[in-house]
């Protein structure tokens, strides 16, 4: 056994490499993300006692271990595969092919910077986890690694296609989009992404106890600003009043988080095409490098809120197979999904040209959905009017029926968003719209599709309706997918049956 | 074919045996391709091999169209019309509402006891009556009402497009897996499936929510014919 592995690493010695010499740094900063973050907090929530133990526990063996890490991770760049061994008590060699290296991607925070390294992930087509996350490599070894990457895709494209020769002069074309900072602005004004840093913070506020304090300082400093103001805490439109301009208050601090929120994730964003490949570059702290192959491009969706609209911006989100990060801890993995976080909306015709060129997006035929299904959104949200007036009856008596009011808001809504749904071929894609405040538009090619589902709940029986869904690789449930409800019966069992005709006619290509 | 070529062939295959290689002749009289062979050694050899080519590569055709369309299997391609499950599934529903009926009685007696062995009272006459009712109805759709519906909704399709399957009593479903998309087959067969010859045929795709299809209540030979055919075609589809 011995034997064997000193004669192997002799063969490989002259071609194994280690990872950059600081990485061990990398990985201490990795370690104490994962694991220290909830211990700490833990820690300074209960008054910070016993630090000297905390130190010996956790951040010592956190630093051997980060060293010992450094010193096993080797990787070999042989002909045609990647070979990564790694693992002290339990050795673990992986070999990946290059051409099997479905994405490259690269993360360089400042720190990344200051040292000249890059955080480099390797993915395949596997889904799930990386196929390896090489913390930190030096640029030089990146640039190493994307040769032979880019070097075997270039091989096996030229054995099947010969249409691939612009890929070396690609680099030279102008970017399919740049965002500039004026933009970003506007995308942060349009976006919800602040409240996400709203969630988080008030996640771990309220693990340290902090939310608590901050309330506290609320209800003083708000005593103060209100002074001269007389509420009458007990009339309904002095509540009216506090909760429209905590909404207003509330709303403004949100989009200031958001214009934050995006400025510093796409910050010199550039969207660029290299042969059959997408290139994205984007980051002002933390510089993000990623390469997407159009073919693993499983659906595109577009959409647009109402601040889109006032602004005449959409928003162009992907979908690609083995990129599903959900259940990533700490959503430490990012991965290109908002090929076009803000674009122009009389653009988006031709971006999507330019980043799916074979696939057509011309419907001769809309079909809708059926319109009497909005009679269904109704039922169901009075159920939830009918809950909001049965608590608010105990603060507010007989006040509270105003908010039955709202049912006038849920039959206008239910009708629109009925009426906003709808679907249609096109040569070789799905495309179906929907929604009325927030407009969508997703796309599938047919060739994408994995399989086709069509669903009937008992409420869906009652009224003789179902609806249609098409499952793909990679595909986000949390976002707008093709998921069809409120076909007639009939129709939607012509609709499965068209698609699965169409679905078998074609042959699904992974690169 | 002519007589005239013919009668050449003799005598090459006489000139062959005087040269000593009676194997070559035997083989050559019994072969009906010899037809543009020439005078010399040499060539009977070239014909030999053109005919020896000839014959293998009519050996592949005959075993294509075998690989493509077995006789087993063509009963599988050429439904046209969704079908039950095989008819024992209906046993194996019935026995798995037992098993799992017994299991809810168990833990229901058990618990009454325990309940009232603790409280140390006797319960009440009418709490009796009330759970042997429920349980009584509970019999009665688990094992009667629940296995028939079942079978009854359950409904499958295997042809040249790929596997259709309907299901489900209340949320009824129907999934349409194309043969192009299946990544991997997996056929399984529990304990008591083998007693009732039943397996379960599950398909994986590389899609997200329905990343596997699987339908249970064919019966084994069924779901390894379909299998069969599935791995075939992904042979073919490979090369």
Known sequence: MTQYKDTDMSNAVNTEKRLHPMSWLFIIIEFIKHFFVPLLVAFFAGGGDSYETLAAVFVIPGVLFAIIQYWVYRYTLAENEVMIREGVLIKNVRHVKYERIQNLNLTRNPLHRLFGVAQLELESASGGKPEAVMRVVSLTAVEEIKQKVLQAKAAVHHDDEETDEASDSADQRPPLLTIPLSELIKAGVISNKGMLVVAFAFGLLAQTRALDKFFDWLEVSMGGWFEGINFNMDHPLSIATMVVLGIIAFFIFIRLLSIIFMVFTYYGFELMRSGDKLAAQYGLLTQFNATVPEQRIQMVSVSENVLHRYFARSSVRIATAGGNAAGQPGGARKMLRWIAPIIDSQRVNDFLAAIQPKVSRNVEQWHSVAFRGWKRIVRAQSLVVTIIVAVSWFKLSFHALWFSLLMIWVVIYARKTVASMRYGFSDNALIYQSGWMVQHTTMVPISKIQSVELRENPLDRRTKMASVAIDLAGLDMNRHHISIKYLERDVAEKLINTLYDKVSATVYRWK | ?239
């Open chain 2, 1 to 239: 074919m002519n007589q005239k070529e013919d009668n050449e062939n003799r005598r090459d295959n006489r000139q062959a045996s005087k040269g000593g290689s009676s194997e070559v002749q035997t083989e050559q009289t019994s072969n009906d391709h010899s037809s543009n062979q020439q005078g010399s050694n040499e060539s009977l050899m070239q014909t030999q091999q053109a005919s020896t080519n000839q014959s293998s590569s009519l050996d592949q055709s005959g075993q294509m169209p075998e690989q493509e369309k077995p006789p087993a299997k063509q009963s599988v391609t050429q439904m046209t019309e969704s079908v039950f499950l095989a008819a024992k599934a209906k046993n194996y529903f019935q026995i798995s509402g037992i098993i799992s009926f017994a299991i809810i009685f168990l833990m229901a007696t058990i618990g009454t006891v325990v309940l009232f062995v603790s409280l140390l009272t006797l319960p009440p006459w009418w709490l009796i009556v009330i759970e042997v009712l429920l349980l009584a109805w509970l019999a009665y759709f688990m094992i009667s009402v629940y296995p028939t519906k079942k079978y009854q909704r359950t409904k499958w399709r295997f042809d040249e497009q790929g596997l259709y399957i309907q299901q489900g009593i209340w949320w009824r479903k129907q999934y349409a897996v194309p043969r192009s998309r299946v990544q991997h087959i997996d056929v399984t067969q529990g304990p008591l499936q083998r007693n009732y010859n039943i397996a379960q045929l599950i398909l994986h795709t590389a899609g997200t929510m329905n990343a596997s299809v699987s339908l249970t209540g064919l019966s084994h030979e069924k779901a390894v014919e379909i299998r069969d055919e599935l791995l075939i075609q992904e042979k073919y589809d490979a090369v």
